[in-house]
């Protein structure tokens, strides 16, 4: 049975205060995956899936959360209950199994990034996505937050009007009584986070 290898390096270049995949393997990386908890600073990079971050302090900030505020707090997020790494693991042995059948039909043709696409690709197709609640001034175009909707197939607006899905990050605020009032459909990240997988 042929299976990933898995190996811990270091690819951050501190002058560029992004990670790149080419530091670690310069040569080939059509058979490279990585599992990070921030997709932000791999500059989209299409080999990178985000997992979902441990926090060992309950009620600590991220640092950067430029809010201050205890996002894990605000979330009630139930570490005690958390299923993400058996669903990663189903994740990446749909994909293991979907590259080697590439493999065996045209190894020169096997990407790991188009077993990855193909996954996910019809996840949040069709939607609009805007973020709402007591955390959301923390979303930006380049956080991981608006980087994973997009990965999943989804557009991310910035009106309750023009969204089907309302992301809530934090305590509920008028802009998310608004949506509910207009019926959309309103959730966690960690739905988005889980529908990844």
Not at 2 to 12: D, G, H, L, M, N
Not at 109 to 130: E, F, M, P, Y
Not at 163 to 186: M, P
Request: proline residues 2%; glycine residues 6%.
């Amino acid at each position: 049975t042929r299976c990933f290898s898995i190996q811990f390096r270091f690819a951050a270049d501190a002058s560029r205060h992004a990670k790149n995949l080419a530091d670690l393997f310069p040569y080939q990386q059509n058979f490279i995956l990585c599992v990070d908890d921030r997709i932000d600073v791999w500059s989209k990079d299409p080999h990178v899936i985000m997992a979902r971050s441990y926090e060992f302090w309950k009620d600590g900030v991220d640092i950067n959360n430029s809010s201050g505020q205890s996002y894990n707090k605000e979330q009630n997020i139930g570490r005690d209950n958390d299923r993400f790494l058996g669903c990663l693991g189903r994740l990446l042995s749909q994909i293991h199994e979907q590259y080697y059948q590439a493999v065996s039909e045209d190894e020169s043709k096997a990407n790991v990034v188009h077993c990855v696409r193909k996954c996910r690709k019809s996840i949040l197709a069709g939607h609009t996505i805007c973020f709402a609640g007591s955390s959301s001034n923390v979303v930006t175009p380049q956080s991981s937050l608006v980087l994973l909707v997009e990965a999943l197939g989804g557009k991310v607006v910035h009106s309750v009007e023009q969204c089907s899905v309302c992301i809530v990050l934090g305590k509920e605020n008028d802009l998310v009584q608004k949506a509910r009032e207009s019926d959309k459909f309103c959730t966690s990240m960690q739905w988005v986070t889980d529908s990844a997988l």
